[in-house]
């Protein structure tokens, strides 16, 4: 393994804020190390289209605090055929590149860990996803700045709501997981959040309403998670409106901009410590591991346990949240 003379690099999935910061960390760390470094776009898909570049360190130049990714992301069906991974091996042998280092979320993991086993390839991953769902890692790469971005919102949101004294359901990101949706509405008072997690274990909109919305306020605020487990706030809204039409409902879908923005402090320092421990895990000879952060100490995770395990929701928080809104 310490033979390593060249990595390449890829973003892949949804982007999310301090992928830029984790490519560069990479790619410094590498050059640090004497390793050459080869920047694949577009994910999965450019190593089947070959789109690659080799990197410098002025490459990553002035791209610490630019959201998105300036290797550009996609979704590939292909790599997901055993054809489309032959054609992408063929591509990391055409430019002599020893191992990758994958940043994504699971589905990203996924994808390097059928590849890695396949072609017998040494493969390190970053989690870098704004959905905060691998397990293994107390924080992914994009989290805390989605997490801001949401309280900013739902702060200007509170405004209205309050003026009107209305009931607000407010959509956030979040397919498999409420780690936003139940942070969020920690961070700003909200008066619950309906997340994946629970789902089936009771109804929590009627219980909600059974408990009776807040009562010492003159607006309430619940944050969903867009899971199909939740319905989604449009469905979880249309409800409200059919069984209580007492209550003046809205809906928020926030949408997009939690993917987008200069990343926080935290993901920032968080994506260089991971993307500097990718090189060293490499040159320790460690291969088919997610970096992840455990009580701010950096581990590695083998990607079958990244991958398999549902990471678990704090019960503490909901807990809080239920205290905190009466
Ligand atoms: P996010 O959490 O932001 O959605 P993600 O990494 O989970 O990010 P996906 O679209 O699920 O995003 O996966 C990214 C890419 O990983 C896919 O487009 C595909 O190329 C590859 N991939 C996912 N699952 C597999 C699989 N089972 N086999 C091979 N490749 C896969």
Redesign the pocket.
């Known amino acids: 393994m310490g033979s390593i003379k060249c990595i390449g690099i890829l973003t892949?999935?949804?982007d999310a804020p301090g992928m830029n910061a984790a490519v560069r960390a990479v790619t410094r760390a590498a050059i640090y190390n004497g390793l050459e470094v080869k920047a694949i776009y577009r994910?999965?898909k450019g190593l089947i289209t070959d789109e690659i570049e080799t990197f410098h360190t002025q490459n990553v130049s002035n791209i610490i605090q630019q959201g998105g990714t300036i290797l550009k992301t996609a979704?590939?069906k292909e790599?997901?055929t055993p054809e489309g991974r032959q054609l992408a091996y063929e591509t990391l042998q055409k430019h002599g590149i020893e191992a990758l280092v994958c940043i994504?979320?699971?589905?990203?993991l996924?994808?390097a860990r059928?590849f890695a086993s396949e072609f017998n390839f040494p493969i390190v991953g970053i989690p870098g996803?704004i959905?905060n769902d691998l397990f293994g890692t107390d924080n992914t790469i994009g989290y805390d700045t989605a997490l801001n971005t949401i309280m900013e919102a739902v702060d200007k949101i509170r405004d209205t709501a309050t003026s009107h004294e209305r009931l607000f359901f407010i959509e956030v990101m979040g397919r498999d997981a409420g780690f936003l949706a139940l942070n969020g509405a920690i961070a700003t008072g909200c008066e619950a959040a309906i997340i994946p997690e629970i789902a089936t274990e009771n109804d929590q909109l009627g219980e909600l309403i059974k408990n009776g919305f807040r009562k010492s306020k003159n607006s309430s605020i619940v944050l969903v998670a867009e899971s199909p487990l939740t319905g989604g706030a449009m469905a979880l809204a249309e409800r409200v409106k059919n069984e209580y039409p007492q209550y003046d409902v809205r809906v928020t879908i926030l949408g997009h901009i939690q993917r987008g923005g200069s990343p926080s402090a935290i993901d920032r320092i968080l994506a260089s410590r991971m993307g500097a421990a990718s090189i060293d895990a490499l040159l320790e000879g460690q291969r088919n591991v997610m970096i992840g952060i455990q009580n701010d100490e950096l581990v590695y995770v083998p990607f079958s346990k990244a991958i398999k395990n549902d990471k678990p929701i704090n019960r503490e928080l909901l807990n809080t949240l239920r205290i905190l809104s009466i």
């Open positions: 892949s999935g949804g994910g999965y979704r590939c790599f997901m994504g979320g699971d589905g990203t996924t994808g059928i996803t959905d």
